[in-house]
């Protein structure tokens, strides 16, 4: 699993906004900002100009919040079953006039077919790749108006998974006051009632995957797809020769040499299996023939009956009385071999 920097907190503003690679986007006039409009009005008296009567308004722009969510990978993330730390990625927009925290959550709907498990939230560290430099993360610290963040969301795929089988994770942030670093702020609500002196909040965001419009959310949901191998093995035997007959209609007598044969296959359309080991236990009525050898990466006729056509390869452990080779990768579709001969007791 990789290691990386764990912050369960505030991520500062600079950072973030070297972070956005996204074009401004024009939100508007900064909240809290004030706008006064001063009118001047000029006249005579008896064809005298007079002192001009003048006017000001003051008001203070309120918070318009919004965001987007929006998941980035082109396709669903393909994971193998027991796979640690499988990605999805995610960028956060924040389009409010506001500095704005966004509190983190992701959630795992009933309806798929799995959950991915030990699911953590990290903050991207600009290079778009989940590595270790990047941070562990439950909130975004001061977001600045227009910043554009990645983050990723990891889990760990569960054993057992099969091919096709998906799990969804829908990331949520949900919009807090910013304003103050290194801690999250108070949840963003609408302002009842009518425009007041101070700041004032609209909620203008849209709905996301889970949430609803103006409620100062956004969710996007992507998903992990288990691409599988499915492998199965089948050991057969066949007598090679006995000391009465020979070759000719040999039988199962001791002193005859048997050759095992363990044929290895991936089924059409599973995902390429990798590092086949095969561990063969003799039991004690045979003696393994080293005359012969073990071979590797042999295949099978139609029929499934192993064919005299591997590599030599593979080696045997007297102690333990183990025949262990390795196959090379298995492809859907595919069977290799590994085969090897005794003679019976």
Not at 83 to 93: K, N, R, Y
Not at 228 to 254: E, F, L, R, W
Not at 270 to 290: F, N, Q, R
């Amino acid at each position: 699993m990789k290691r990386t920097k764990q912050l369960l907190g505030a991520v500062s503003a600079t950072a973030l906004i070297a972070l956005s690679a996204s074009p401004a986007m024009a939100v508007g006039t900064t909240a809290g900002d004030t706008i006064t409009n001063t009118v001047s009005v000029d006249f005579q008296v008896g064809g005298v100009d007079q002192t001009a009567a003048t006017a000001s308004d003051t008001f203070t722009v309120d918070r318009k919040v919004n965001l987007t969510v929006v998941e980035t990978d082109s396709a669903t993330t393909q994971v193998s079953p027991g796979e640690l730390q499988a990605v999805t990625t995610f960028e956060i927009t924040n389009l409010s006039n506001d500095v704005v925290d966004f509190d983190l959550s992701v959630a795992q709907p009933t309806t798929d077919d799995y959950d991915v498990t030990n699911v953590q939230i990290y903050l991207d560290d600009g290079d778009g790749v989940f590595d270790a430099g990047d941070t562990l993360i439950t909130y975004l610290d001061e977001i600045p108006e227009d910043a554009t963040v990645t983050v990723f969301v990891v889990g760990d795929v569960p054993l057992g998974q099969t091919t096709g089988d998906v799990a969804e994770v829908v990331l949520t942030a949900d919009s807090h006051a910013g304003g103050g670093a290194g801690s999250l702020g108070t949840e963003l609500v609408a302002t009842t009632g009518a425009n007041t002196a101070g700041v004032d909040t609209v909620l203008a965001d849209g709905a996301g995957d889970t949430d609803a419009a103006n409620d100062g959310a956004f969710s996007d949901t992507d998903s992990y797809t288990v691409s599988a191998a499915d492998v199965t093995a089948v050991k057969t035997s066949s007598i090679i020769s006995d000391p009465v007959n020979g070759t000719t209609n040999p039988k199962a007598i001791p002193g005859a040499v048997i050759e095992y044969c363990i044929a290895v296959s991936n089924s059409t359309g599973s995902a390429t299996a990798t590092g086949v080991d095969v561990t063969d236990s003799l039991p004690g009525d045979v003696t393994y023939l080293s005359a012969f050898g073990i071979f590797v990466d042999g295949t099978v006729d139609g029929s499934g009956v192993c064919q005299a056509d591997g590599t030599s390869g593979g080696a045997y452990d007297s102690g333990a009385g183990e025949v262990t080779g390795t196959l090379s990768d298995i492809d859907g579709g595919v069977t290799r071999t590994l085969y090897f001969r005794a003679t019976i007791n």
